[in-house]
C-alpha cells in the first residue's frame, strides 16, 4: 500500500494516479526478463527506459511512487518552493534596483505549497505507470526482494532475470541526537506535505538541502535557526563559495549555530515546542527538519548485500558471475561507493541486450 502524499487534494489525488495507480494490474511477468530494476527513481526510471529502448526485456519495480525522491519529495518540490521564495529574495533588493515596494508584504504559504503540488502532478505524467508501459516496460507496484541468484519476487510474482539493477536510494535517518526522536521531526518525506508555515523552525545540517530549504523557509517568513557541523556550511564545497552562501544568510536572518564540538541537545517540552540548548544557548522552534543523516535503502529482507566491495553489491545467492549480474545505481551506488551514481545504467543497458 502506498503511503499517501498529504494532503490528498485534487493534485495529490492526480499524482498518485499517475505514479502509483491503486487500480494497476500487473503484466503477466516474462519466463525471464534481460533485465529487471529494483526501485524507479531517477536511476531506475533511466536504466529502465534505456534498456527498453535498446529492445531488453525489462521489468520495472516499485514500492512506493514512480518517480522516487526527485519528483515526488526531492528536486521537483523543493525547486517550485525555491521559485516562490526567490521573489522574496527579489523584493528585498529591489530598493537597490529603484523599484520601491512597500513594506508589509507576505507570502501566501498555503499558494506557494499549491502551486508546487500542482506543477508536481502536472509533470507526473512524464514518470508514469503508463507511459512505461508504454516505453515497453512490465511495471510491477510492490517490494522485491531476491530469492535466487537470478530471480526477484514481487508479491508472490517471481520475476526472473539475467541482469538485475538495484536503485533503491536512501533514506532519512533519525540523526543520534538525543531527545530528537522523541520531539518528533520533518524529512524530506514530510516537509512538502506543510499547508501552514511554521512560524518557527530548526534545520539540522547544512548541506546543500538543508541550505536551500532554510533559505526558502526564512524568504517565506518563517523564523529559522540552521544547526552545522563542520567548519563551514556546505562542507564540501569550496569555503570561498560557501562564504558567500553564509554571508547571504546572515543578511536574509537566517540565524546560523555551529556546533563542531558538541550535538545541540534536544528537549521536547510539550505543545510542538522544541528546545535546543546548544552551547550555552536556548532556542525554541516548532518544528525541526533533518535530512542531516541518510542510509541507503535496502533494508527490505532479500535485499541486503552480504558485502560491497569492487564496483559491486555480493549477495548470498550469487553464482560466481554474481558480481557481473547485479549492480547499484543512482543513490544506493554513490551511498555504497560502489560505483558511479548512473553507472548501473550503462551497466545493464548493454550487455542486457547481447
Ligand atoms: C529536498 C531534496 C532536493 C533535491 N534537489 C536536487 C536537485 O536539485 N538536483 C539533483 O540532482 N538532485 C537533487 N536531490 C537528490 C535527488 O533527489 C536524488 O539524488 C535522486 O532522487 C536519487 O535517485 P535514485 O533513483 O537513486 O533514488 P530514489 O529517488 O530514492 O528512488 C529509489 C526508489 O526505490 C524504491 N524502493 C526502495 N526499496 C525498494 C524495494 N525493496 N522494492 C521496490 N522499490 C523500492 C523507493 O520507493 C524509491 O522510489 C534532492 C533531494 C532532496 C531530498
Known amino acids: 500500500m502506498a503511503p499517501l502524499l498529504a494532503p490528498l487534494d485534487q493534485h495529490n489525488s492526480t499524482l498518485v494516479r499517475n505514479v502509483h495507480p491503486v487500480d494497476w494490474r500487473p ?36 514500492r512506493d511512487f514512480l ?32 523599484v520601491h515596494v512597500p513594506p508589509g508584504v507576505e507570502a501566501d504559504f498555503g499558494a506557494v505549497m499549491e502551486r508546487m503540488r500542482r506543477l508536481r502532478a502536472r509533470i507526473s505524467d512524464h514518470d508514469s505507470v503508463e507511459r512505461f508501459t508504454r516505453l ?12 535466487g541468484p537470478d530471480a526477484v ?3 508472490g510474482t517471481r520475476l526472473r532475470f539475467s541482469k538485475a539493477v538495484i536503485a533503491t536510494g536512501t533514506r532519512a535517518a533519525c540523526p543520534a541526537i538525543p531527545g530528537l526522536a522523541e520531539a518528533g521531526f520533518l524529512t524530506n518525506e514530510t516537509v512538502f506535505g506543510l499547508t501552514e508555515r511554521p512560524r518557527r523552525l530548526a534545520v539540522i545540517g547544512g548541506g546543500p538541502i538543508g541550505c536551500e530549504l532554510a533559505q526558502a523557509f526564512r524568504r517565506l517568513g518563517s523564523e529559522v535557526v540552521l544547526f552545522h557541523s563542520g567548519p563551514h556550511l556546505l562542507n564540501r564545497e569550496d569555503p570561498d563559495a560557501a562564504g558567500i552562501v553564509q554571508q547571504a544568510f546572515l543578511r536574509e536572518g537566517v540565524h546560523l549555530r555551529a556546533f563542531a564540538q558538541k550535538d545541540p541537545l534536544v528537549e521536547y517540552r510539550g505543545e510542538g515546542h522544541v528546545m535546543f540548548e546548544e552551547l550555552a544557548q536556548t532556542i525554541r522552534t516548532e518544528v525541526v527538519f533533518t535530512l542531516f543523516h541518510v542510509t541507503v535503502e535496502l533494508e527490505e529482507p532479500g535485499l541486503e548485500p552480504m558485502q560491497a566491495h569492487d564496483g559491486a553489491l555480493h549477495y548470498e545467492h550469487e553464482t560466481s558471475a554474481g558480481a557481473d549480474v547485479i549492480a547499484a545505481a543512482g543513490g544506493t551506488a554513490t551511498a555504497l561507493a560502489t560505483a558511479p551514481s548512473g553507472n548501473g545504467g550503462s551497466f545493464a543497458q548493454a550487455p542486457a541486450v547481447n
Not at 526478463?33 to 526510471?45: C, E, F, M, P, Q
Not at 515497453?136 to 530469492?147: I, K
Open 67 to 98: 518517480g522516487g525522491d526527485c519528483l515526488n519529495v526531492g528536486c521537483v518540490p523543493s525547486k517550485c518552493i525555491i521559485r516562490s521564495s526567490r521573489v522574496f529574495g527579489e523584493v528585498g533588493s529591489a530598493a537597490a534596483l529603484g
Open 136 to 147: 515497453g516496460v512490465d511495471v510491477f507496484l510492490g517490494s522485491a526482494r531476491f530469492v
Open 153 to 155: 519476487e514481487v508479491d
Open 27 to 62: 503484466p503477466t511477468a516474462a519466463a525471464r526478463y534481460n533485465l529487471v530494476v529494483i526501485g524507479a527513481g531517477t536511476a531506475g526510471l533511466v536504466t529502465a527506459a534505456g534498456g527498453a529502448g535498446l529492445g531488453a526485456r525489462v521489468a520495472l519495480v516499485e
